[in-house]
């Protein structure tokens, strides 16, 4: 069976799956074949049905795609057409989380090769071989050639022509077959025993219970709290726990090149039980230290738990570049409102202080007055004393 090439184009989002239809509008989608990937976080899901349309799109039984248990648990790669905006989804069973992750199928290539299984027994003895039949006849001898020609002259060089050979005599007929009763078919071998799963499209590395921001040894990671909706970092291994442990720090040092405040996506998955789930988006940089690297975390969902030198597989899904800033908006209108009314008039400042200034020039002396009579004076006091008594 083969597995898409699925590259994840956006942010991933939760979605809680009811028994009730629900309808959901999908993100922008790019590339030559958009796609979504949908995953399911609970065991409890029986069957998904999924419709993709426009705004207007509804599900049902009859007219929905229908997704049972048995791959619920592994990615649901969906190809979108650009008509297809919005999911309508549903369930049968108990509600439970799905994953959506917009993307882009870029092409298919075979899964991992399980294990080749015992050999079957062999089959049955062999029949006994049937007697020879009888020779056929000798077919009889063809007619012997024409007469050998006549010698020709004696010339310089001439030689006479050899006569031409006689037809081959016809072939014997074919004896009978042998008759021989064959042998009875052997009984079929047992079935082998089913291969090993394949891995999934993220790294293997093993769990390690320890929290302290430290190297977590080859082909390890750890957590920074033992409670994943409260873990904000992680330590990883620059070797992964496949075979021959090799170097994939390069892979995990890009994991935080997007320009965008959420760099991208990890899903952790514990391979022995695949329920077993937690996801955190890459929100800070990385931090390269020597022989591993800690990642900036920001919780999103989990399901299930995670025990010492548990293995799992670490996904990635890398979030977009933060597009460019639109153009700036155009100024609103002026506002309009009735002019307030003049406020009332204020106190009287104080009086300013006195100016100050040279004292001007004395003026000129006025012309002397005329002088009074002598003797009037007198003679008028005396009237008055007179006219008092």
């Excluded at 069976?1 to 979605?15: E, K, L, Y």
Aim: with cysteine; proline share 8%; glycine share 20%.
């Amino acid at each position: 069976m083969a597995d898409t090439v699925f590259s994840p184009r956006g942010s991933s989002q939760v979605i809680a799956v009811t028994q009730s239809d629900q309808l959901v509008a999908l993100p922008a989608l790019v590339g030559a074949i958009p796609a979504i990937r949908l995953v399911s976080l609970s065991s409890s899901i029986v069957v998904l049905w999924i419709n993709l349309g426009n705004s207007g799109v509804t599900g049902s039984v009859t007219t929905s795609m229908k997704c049972a248990q048995g791959s619920i648990g592994e990615p649901l790669i969906i190809p979108v057409t650009g008509s297809q905006t919005h999911l309508s989804i549903f369930c049968e069973g108990q509600p439970g989380d799905v994953i959506l992750t917009p993307g882009e199928i870029l092409a298919e290539l075979p899964g991992a090769t399980g294990a080749t299984g015992p050999t079957g027994p062999s089959g049955g003895p062999t029949g006994p071989t049937g007697a020879t039949g009888p020779s056929g006849a000798t077919g009889a001898t063809g007619p012997a050639g024409g007469p050998t020609g006549a010698t020709g002259p004696t010339g310089a060089t001439g030689v006479g022509a050899t006569g031409a050979t006689g037809a081959t005599g016809p072939a014997g007929a074919t004896g009978p077959t042998g008759v021989g009763v064959t042998g009875a078919t052997g009984a079929t071998g047992q079935t082998g025993a089913t291969g090993a799963a394949g891995l999934g499209p993220g790294y293997p590395f093993n769990f390690d219970s320890a929290t302290a921001m430290a190297d977590p040894g080859t082909g390890d990671f750890r957590l920074n709290n033992a409670t994943l909706s409260s873990v904000t970092a992680m330590a990883i291994s620059d070797l992964s726990a496949a075979t021959g442990n090799p170097d994939v720090s390069a892979a995990i040092l890009a994991w935080d090149d997007s320009t965008n405040a959420v760099r991208g996506t990890l899903i952790i998955r514990k391979f022995s039980a695949p329920q077993n789930i937690a996801v955190y988006n890459i929100t800070g940089a990385s931090v390269d230290n020597t022989g591993w690297t800690q990642l900036a975390l920001t919780y999103v969902t989990h399901a299930g738990s995670f025990a010492n030198t548990d293995g799992c597989s670490i996904e990635f899904s890398r979030a977009g570049n933060l597009g460019a800033n639109g153009a700036t908006g155009p100024t609103g209108a002026t506002g309009v409102g009735a002019t307030g009314a003049t406020g009332p008039t204020g106190p009287t400042g104080p009086t300013g202080p006195t100016g100050v200034g040279a004292t001007g020039a004395t003026g000129a002396t006025g012309a002397t007055g005329p002088g009074g009579g002598a003797a009037r004076g007198p003679i008028i006091a005396l009237v008055l004393r007179n006219d008092m008594n």
